[in-house]
């Protein structure tokens, strides 16, 4: 093994010129690394993105959402589905249906009343088209367990290749709202 030794002395000026310059593009690599950090850590605004002003509305939301989520919990069928025949299916089909149903009059009793800052009418009514979307989603995982007689799986919308259940549960869990986030109840 050679060890080469750097001599400044007997190295070229090109030779200096490049290790000064690799040292200064480490050394400013370093301090912008370390600038983005302590600008995240200590100064960058902690507020969620979806967040918004009217409590109240919030509030009373999440109070509808945790009796729909009751309503929804009468329903547990907790037998398993494995081989069995199609008429066991479309029962689970019309059990999707009526949670469906309850989470659809829990949408539209979360939207009858519009918040009162600006951010949250702005927003409420996205959320809204994002639940509606993920609703009809439903209805048609239904209608192809009714059609089918198999147990199949549920497949949502993406948009943007995040599925619509995540865009709805991060405005729930923003606005702290958690029963108000899509039910995972469709898992096979």
Not at 66 to 76: I, N
């Amino acid at each position: 093994m050679q060890t080469v030794d750097h001599n400044p002395k007997t190295d070229s000026p090109d030779k200096t010129a490049k290790r000064l310059i690799v040292r200064a593009l480490l050394a400013l690599l370093v301090a912008g690394f370390a600038t983005f950090w302590i600008w995240a850590l200590f100064f960058a605004s902690k507020e969620a993105v979806n967040r918004i002003d009217d409590r109240a509305w919030a509030e009373r939301g999440e109070q509808i959402c945790l009796q729909a989520a009751q309503d929804r919990f009468e329903l547990t069928d907790l037998r398993t589905i494995v081989d069995v025949g199609p008429e066991l299916i479309r029962e689970r089909a019309d059990i999707v249906d009526r949670a469906t149903d309850i989470l659809e009059h829990m949408v539209d009793d979360l939207v009858a009343v519009t918040p009162t800052d600006e951010k949250g009418q702005q927003i409420v009514p996205l959320w809204e088209d994002d639940y509606r979307v993920y609703l009809q989603d439903r209805r048609n995982f239904a209608d192809q367990l009714r059609e089918t007689g198999e147990n199949k799986a549920f497949y949502e919308t993406k948009i943007e290749a995040i599925p619509i259940s995540e865009r709805i549960a991060t405005f729930a869990g923003d606005n702290e709202m958690p029963t108000c986030s899509p039910p995972y109840d469709l898992s096979r």
